[in-house]
């Protein structure tokens, strides 16, 4: 029978650690041409799939409207406010840059922006809005689907064909609304590459068995290897990044149902989970304290390079992303799982048996924080 479980998993913190090393790697300017740090999203996107997906499928809480309500309780304290203190901290650094040295021009980008950035629709920006806060395109994808995709899943589940036909009619349209079809289309396919691949292990003991084989993680690897390197030959079709993500599902779904083999063991090393957990606020802040070093190594006049500006940029983006995610991020995580476990709904009571039984109460899966 396929596993069913949904405890934590310290690979997969493993496995956003290294994302976003290559994430930060590629936004630092003049990125050494093999590094194409712009993979790492990709992966991201599948393991998103992956994880909303199953953990939604055996999810035990009772009734439709419960299951959701919780889901996107949880999901509002795990994404707005980290994402809302972004927004202004990039807006209060537009406003010291002009204070400071007379440049207004990221103030007009900001506000022109704001709307777009406000509302999560980083991904409809139009690019005369300037690059304030343009990485924001992955997470306008990410909530539109974490919306639309646990809503068809609870709906429409009992028709499995009519649940797949409107996500793809919505993902269509959600391409079709926008000016840059290849991100779009990079993100959703890695998102339902993840979410396709969970339904069908939740579905089929046969691939569960599949998934969980050391070959298979074998394959995937060399599946994303190959297309990070077509990627660097070729660097111009986004279709290598769909490949990523498409051997990034199996790669994911190995991790999370196998026995822990080395990989995992790996993936699973205290350095690099403690860095996963903060992948979120680091994602989110490490352009602008980008930024804000390399603007400090040009007013002392220190001699710079892609090296030296990466070896200072990720572990000052390391430090501020521990701070918030202290302060803010966790604590607010928490507040989201209390509320969240209002909408669990207690067993009716009944008449007490002539054996007293201890209950068994419905649970809410464990928030694994998801990016």
Known sequence: ???????????????????????????????????????????????????????????????????????????????????ALTVILYGLAA?????????????????????????????????ETGTLFGHSWT???????????????????????????????????????????????????????????AVAASQSGSLTSLLRSKRTAYLALAGIAGAYLCSLAWPHPFMWNVGVAFFAAGLIGNLWLGEGGWLSRMLSLPPLTAAGRLTYAVYLTHVLVMNVVLLALAKLHLPTSWLTNFVLCYPTAIAVAYVLHRIVEKPLIEVGRTVAKRFVRRPAARAEPAVRMQPVRPTVWRDTAET
């Not at 290559?22 to 740090?37: E, K, Q, S």
């Not at 009992?158 to 993100?187: H, K, T, Y």
């Open 139 to 197: 997470l306008g994808i990410e909530e539109k689907f974490y919306i639309i995709w646990p809503f068809i899943m609870v709906a429409l589940w009992d028709s499995r064909a009519i649940a797949g036909a409107a996500l793809v009619g919505a993902i269509v349209s959600l391409i079709w609304l926008g000016q840059n079809p290849e991100l779009l289309i990079r993100g959703y396919a890695g998102l339902s590459f993840g979410a396709a691949l």
């Open 95 to 127: 406003l010291t840059l002009k204070l400071l040295m007379g440049n207004g021009e990221e103030v007009v980008n900001f506000r022109d922006g704001l709307p777009w950035l406000a509302t999560f629709n980083g991904e409809y920006m139009h690019q």
């Open 1 to 83: 029978m396929p596993q069913t479980s949904t405890s934590y998993r310290p690979e997969l913190d493993g496995v956003r650690a290294i994302c976003i090393l290559f994430t930060v790697a590629n936004h630092v300017p003049g990125t050494l041409w093999f590094i194409n740090g712009s993979v790492g999203v990709d992966i991201f996107f599948a393991l998103s799939g992956w994880l909303i997906t199953w953990l939604l499928l055996h999810d035990t809480i009772e009734g439709k409207a419960s299951k959701l309500a919780s889901y996107y309780t949880r999901r509002v304290f795990r994404i707005v406010p980290l994402y």
